[in-house]
């Protein structure tokens, strides 16, 4: 024999063990509960050479009380000890139940419920001594209850054995989840029944009981089923029949009664009744109600089958399995609802995502149609959130008088749930109701008051299609899951109101709206990455410079929050400050990487400016560590300009590189942040390409579109409306356009006194040209030649002066020093002075810029009737959205 065949000594109980599994698992579940539990007691105790085993199985459907359900090798005289462990019980098979794992004792002790006296003249003894390991019967809602094996020894089996036995007690649990047909199962079948089902096979007999009367009509071949009992005479009366059911089925009989009375449903019971030899057999009932016109229960009539067993020990502990599993399953599909609402409450953050979670959750649970969120406020309703209903029907109950005579009014002063099978059940309750706005789609309502931390907040109404009679347990899991609600739509309201500060502290931050300019129009888009408070530090910004150049600006405050947003609205203020002066790009970033220096080392932000020239068409830039901006060329297509790689502000050290570029008249520039371009299923270089590849093909055939319209299409390509981003993104989409030749004109004069003569004389024939000298003639003549005369007095030449019209009128003086003018306060003894004060009193705007040359003085005059100063009428766009 190949050495390879031969079974080692490990080998051969693997072998046996799987195999006894294997034979377990094939055991057939419509044997019976009980010997499903009696077959893996032998294979357990085979295993364990055990002396006999126990299975018990929780009562109330986990592992709390414990009932024995079925025994093997042990005398009455000890199991009877055993039919009924408390919950808490110090016994093995309570304890390895609770906790879930395999328990030990050395020595075997009944159960603290009983006692030496209790079990005279027999007590519990066993012949050798002997331990008992207990293993939990894993169910789907906690333990089904515990497996035992009592073996001849003081030594705790070994961990394979007790592995083994775990083994065991899951399968046997797998077999008897099946042994029972389902919850949905059962019931689908008590529906068929209502349309004539199969009646189960077996001598039958009929039956009428009168609750008026108390009376009870019964067929004759009914008297042989309970054993020739006569009901005739004194015994007709419905309370004889006490007599003849077991005491233990008299429970449960009682209560099948009053479930299918109040459900108005069928009523369907089966218990033990008792042979006039003393022997008992079993009946199953079916039965149908009969209401009088006010809805009370007046009669039963029904059907009865003989469903004796030949062991009457065995079925009654199969009847307590199927109760037990039925128990289970109600119980695991409570906490699964309850488990499930849990999950999806703690990631809903808004009213709105609790409203979905509670209609995903609890209406396909309940087979319900609608769902209501309502509060009052200034004594009218308000829907904070709804399911199932049309717009119409919400538009109309919200803002509507609230009645305090109503079930919204009751349940949010009683704090007690309320509970309709119809729309017919509250009218008559509360008649003011009437004339209320109520869906004619809904029938059945459950008026739930939902409490938070002691506080009404609100009611939820849950609303079915058809009439509904909510059984207790319905009603009790209703009332339990209207407190996550009621805690979930507070924590969202919180959430709600910090979200509203954060997002009107954000829209403060960044511009209301842009400014419309003569040579360039602006779009803009900001779409937030976070919930609530979790804000990001985007921003984007258009400032007017002098001479009508414009300042774009394009940042993002690395990280989310309010600290975040705070820093971007002070960068933002910070170059609104800093572009006052007019310093060039580099100079900008350049003061603002020591503004986020100064706020710690955990601040970073990136950070595009430029400056657009409509006079030259350059655009001048500088970037730290932002995406490049992206142009769209005289053919359509679109690319990206050339960007140095500087790092983000707070990180870098200047100086910073200036970028320049020309801009084609009527060209398309677009800024983002990489917010836009980034996204969950795709990297930024894709992104990238992807804004080129819209540009192009929105432009490519359609150069003029309106700005909104392509701000919109790029918006629409890369961020989907329903799509979650992973960053802020803020989008600006920028149209320039350059100043017609004729609207720029220059001079240059030699540092002389007669240059302000002759800037006069350049400024008169000039405005005449333009047709401004009635309006402005005298008051240009007196800036220019103040301006020249300064120069001449106190700085050097030579001497330039630029005239720009466009929607105001710019003139620029220009000298080759440093100095800075500044307005000072002229006493009224002085004969100088007082020119600054001049130019301030009489101009719009003015200003000081510096070059690498000198410096320009500029100033600025409002045009009564401005014409279109850019080379082509595009630039108005914006104002065509």
Not at 55 to 68: I, K, M, Q, T
Not at 366 to 386: K, P, W
Not at 592 to 605: K, P, Q, R, S
Not at 614 to 635: E, K, M
Request: aromatic share 6%; proline share 7%.
């Amino acid at each position: 024999m190949s050495e390879g065949l031969v079974e080692g000594p490990q080998e051969r109980p693997d072998r046996v063990r799987h195999e006894r599994l294997r034979l377990l698992e094939a055991v057939d579940p419509g044997v019976g509960g009980t010997d499903v539990l009696r077959s893996a007691l032998a294979h357990a105790m085979a295993e364990l050479g055990g002396l006999g085993g126990m299975a018990h199985l929780g009562a109330g459907g986990v592992a709390g009380e414990l009932s024995l359900a079925a025994s093997s090798g042990l005398p009455s005289s000890f199991t009877r000890a055993w039919q009924i462990i408390p919950q808490g019980d110090s016994a093995a098979p309570a304890e390895a139940g609770r906790a879930g794992r395999p328990v030990w004792r050395p020595v075997i002790e009944s159960p603290a419920a009983w006692s030496e006296e209790a079990l005279r003249p027999t007590p519990p003894r066993l012949p050798v001594a002997a331990g008992m390991i207990s293993v939990p019967l894993p169910g789907p809602a906690g333990s089904l209850g515990a497996l035992s094996v009592l073996v001849p020894s003081d030594a705790e089996p070994a961990d394979d054995e007790q592995q083994f036995l775990q083994d065991v007690a899951r399968k046997a649990a797998e077999v008897l989840l099946r042994a029972v047909p389902d919850a949905s199962t059962a019931g689908a079948v008590r529906h068929a029944g209502k349309t004539g089902d199969v009646e189960p096979a077996g001598t039958a007999g009929t039956w009428e009981l009168d609750l008026v009367t108390g009376r009870v009509v019964y067929s004759e071949s009914l008297s042989g089923l309970i054993g020739g009992i006569d009901f005739h005479g004194p015994r007709e009366r419905f309370e004889s029949w006490k007599d003849v059911i077991h005491p233990d089925d008299l429970p449960n009989v009682g209560k099948d009664l009053d479930r299918a009375m109040r459900s108005d449903s069928r009523y369907e019971t089966e218990f033990r009744v008792r042979h006039t030899n003393g022997s008992y057999g079993r009946l199953r009932i079916r039965a149908t109600i009969t209401v009088d016109e006010p809805g009370g229960v007046i009669r039963l009539a029904g059907t009865a089958w003989d469903t004796t067993w030949d062991t009457d020990e065995d079925h009654a502990a199969l009847n307590s399995v199927a109760r037990l599993l039925s128990a289970v399953r109600a119980a695991s599909a409570r906490a699964a609802l309850i488990d499930q609402l849990t999950r999806a409450l703690t990631e809903a953050v808004t009213t709105q995502n609790v409203v979905s979670a509670v209609a995903e959750s609890v209406l396909p649970a309940f087979h319900a149609s609608g769902l209501l969120i309502c509060e009052v406020q200034d004594g009218r309703m308000l829907i904070t959130g709804a399911a199932g209903y049309s717009q119409e029907f919400i538009d109309r109950l919200s803002g509507s008088p609230f009645p305090p005579d109503s079930p919204f009014g009751q349940a949010l002063r009683t704090r007690v749930p309320l509970f309709f099978a119809s729309a017919k059940e509250i009218v008559a309750r509360y008649p003011g109701v009437a004339g209320y706005p109520m869906a004619e789609d809904k029938d059945a309502r459950a008026f739930l008051p939902l409490i938070a931390s002691g506080r009404v907040i609100g009611t939820g109404v849950l609303s079915f299609a058809g009439s509904r009679h909510l059984s207790r347990e319905e009603r009790t899991l209703l009332t339990a899951l209207s407190g996550l609600i009621a805690q979930a739509l507070e924590r969202a309201r919180l959430y709600d109101d910090a979200a509203t500060r954060a997002r009107e502290l954000q829209r403060d931050l960044l511009p209301r709206e842009l400014p419309a300019l003569p040579c360039l129009s602006a779009e803009a888009h900001y779409r937030p990455a976070g919930y609530g408070a979790e804000v990001g530090g985007d921003w984007y910004d258009v400032i007017p410079l002098s001479s009508d150049r414009v300042a774009v600006v394009i940042g993002d405050v690395m990280g989310h929050g309010i600290a975040e947003a705070a820093t971007m609205g002070r960068l933002r203020t910070a170059v609104r400050t800093l572009s006052e002066l007019d310093l060039p790009p580099d100079d900008i970033l350049d003061r603002l990487n020591a503004i986020v220096g100064d706020l710690g080392e955990e601040y970073f932000a990136t950070c595009l400016y430029g400056v657009y020239d409509p006079v030259t068409g350059v655009l001048s830039f500088a970037s730290a560590g932002h995406p490049p901006p992206a142009i769209v060329r005289p053919d359509g297509t679109a690319a990206y300009l050339t960007a140095a790689g500087n790092p983000p502000l707070g990180a870098a050290a200047p100086p910073f590189d200036t970028m320049a570029a020309r801009l084609g008249d009527g060209g398309l520039l677009v800024l983002y942040t990489d917010g836009l371009v980034e996204a969950i299923d795709r990297d930024i270089d894709t992104g990238m390409a992807h804004l080129t590849k819209t540009l192009t093909d929105t432009l490519r055939d359609e150069p003029d579109m309106p700005l909104r319209a392509v701000r919109d299409t790029v918006t629409r390509a890369l961020l989907p409306a329903q799509a979650p981003i992973a960053d802020d993104a803020a989008l600006l989409v920028l149209r320039t356009h350059r100043l017609a030749p004729e609207n720029v004109v220059s001079w240059t004069f030699a540092d002389d006194p007669r240059a302000a003569g002759l800037a006069r004389e350049h400024v008169r024939a000039q405005l005449a040209a333009w047709g401004l000298g009635e309006e402005l003639l005298m008051t240009t003549e007196l800036l220019v030649s103040e301006l020249v005369g300064n120069v001449v007095r106190h700085a050097k030449g030579p001497i330039g002066l630029r005239m720009i019209r466009s929607w105001t009128l710019t003139c620029e003086v220009s000298d080759a020093s440093l100095t800075t003018p500044l307005i000072r306060r002229s006493e009224p003894t002085d004969e100088g002075g007082r020119g600054l004060q001049l130019v301030a009193a009489l101009s719009h705007r003015w200003g000081t810029r510096y070059s690498p040359g000198g410096k320009t003085i500029w100033i600025e005059q409002r045009i009564p009737h401005p014409g279109h100063p850019c080379a082509t009428a595009g630039a108005v766009d914006h104002w065509q959205g």
